[in-house]
């Protein structure tokens, strides 16, 4: 079977910030996402975890193993995670989130307490820190503008907001962290995740028997759609 997705995107990235939350509103954030995603990368499926995305694009995949499939998770893993997720509400995740951990038991599988819904798992450290979210979308976070070598001029709204610390930040290795993606909001300008599948841009693994590669043309045995 195919690694590549069925319709490889050939396009300009498009980079937009999405929000998202859970059901009772509790837990807000804002994901920065560069669409469309390019093309899976290379992965032993024997070694356990998931790939990370490429390195310029966004990843989407659904997951075979209990844990996953049992969460119903559609995974979103962007390639920087430091500059891509800000958790505005709670600020602190360990302490305003249910936590519940499996395996080797170092991703937190965080949910709300309230409603019970799942936003994201993470793995590694993270801190509160004083953020402009619309730089962070015009990509002009500290001081960098794509194509430009100067700040543009305009004043600031400040939000504190919780992000895993850049610093030592390897995907995979000493940090990971994904989005579930069925909580980003509907209605939200270039992202319909009725698209993701039309499009051939979810990819399928098997981490239930750890034998096949990943896949877009359809899920492996214990997964679903």
């Not at 300009?12 to 093309?39: D, E, F, K, N």
């Not at 844990?67 to 893993?77: A, E, F, I, Q, S």
């Not at 949910?111 to 793995?123: K, L, M, N, W």
């Not at 930040?169 to 995740?193: F, K, M």
Request: with cysteine; net charge neutral; glycine share 12%.
């Amino acid at each position: 079977m195919s690694a590549t997705p069925i319709s490889t995107a050939s396009a300009p990235l498009t980079r937009r910030a999405y929000h998202g939350s859970c059901h009772c509103g509790r837990v807000r954030y804002m994901l920065v996402i560069s669409l469309p995603p390019s093309a899976s990368i290379p992965h032993d499926p024997s070694s356990g975890i998931p790939p990370p995305p490429p390195p310029t694009s966004v990843r989407f995949y659904k997951c075979n193993c209990s844990t996953c499939h049992k969460m119903g998770y559609l995974h979103v893993r962007v390639p920087d995670s430091a500059r891509a997720f800000y958790l505005l509400s709670p600020t602190d995740p360990a302490a305003g989130l249910r936590d519940y951990t499996c395996g080797s038991g170092q991703v937190h599988w965080y949910f709300c307490g309230e409603c019970g819904v799942r936003c994201f798992a993470v793995f590694g450290p993270g801190a509160v820190v004083d953020v402009d979210l619309e730089q962070v979308v015009e990509g002009e976070l500290e001081g960098e503008l794509e194509g430009e070598g100067e700040r543009k001029k305009k004043a600031t709204k400040i939000t504190k907001a919780w992000t895993v610390k850049a610093d030592g930040w390897v995907e995979n290795a000493r940090g990971y962290l994904s989005i579930n993606g069925l909580t980003l909001e509907p209605g939200q300008q270039g992202l319909d995740l009725r698209e993701l599948k039309n499009k051939g841009w979810i990819e399928y693994l098997d981490r239930k028997e750890g034998k096949h590669e990943g896949r877009f043309e359809y899920p492996h045995e214990g997964g679903t759609w």
